[in-house]
């Protein structure tokens, strides 16, 4: 069981890695600025899952170490912390894209 969380844990931190990339890169390619603002929200969002998967692939890795436990807390802390920044962020362009999208027309 253990065996099939890491495996699981490992194909989530890949995962989260290549959303990161994609979204990174076409947040560079966008014009629109809130356009770019979106993408990188949702960029900062995987970012901040991927540090949680990677807290959590070290939990069931390592053990034991007050360094290791300290490392662990700290992505985990990091990464909660992205997580909400970037739905914040997501939200706020998200609202802007909608009342902008409104007011053109």
Do not use: Q, W
Not at 36 to 59: D, Q
Not at 68 to 89: C, D, K, P, T, Y
Request: aromatic content about 10%; charged content about 15%; glycine content about 6%.
């Amino acid at each position: 069981m253990i065996l099939l969380i890491k495996y699981v844990l490992f194909v989530l931190l890949v995962v989260c890695m290549i959303g990161a990339a994609v979204y990174s890169l076409s947040s560079r390619r966008a014009s629109d600025p809130m356009e770019k603002g979106r993408k990188r929200a949702i960029m900062n969002v995987l970012l901040g899952a991927m540090l949680v998967t990677l807290s959590l692939m070290s939990m069931f890795l390592f053990r034991g170490s007050t360094v290791n436990v300290i490392v662990e807390a700290v992505f985990l802390v990091i990464g909660a912390f992205n997580i909400f920044s970037g739905l914040r962020s997501h939200g706020y362009y998200s609202r802007n894209r909608n009342e902008n999208h409104f007011t053109r027309h």
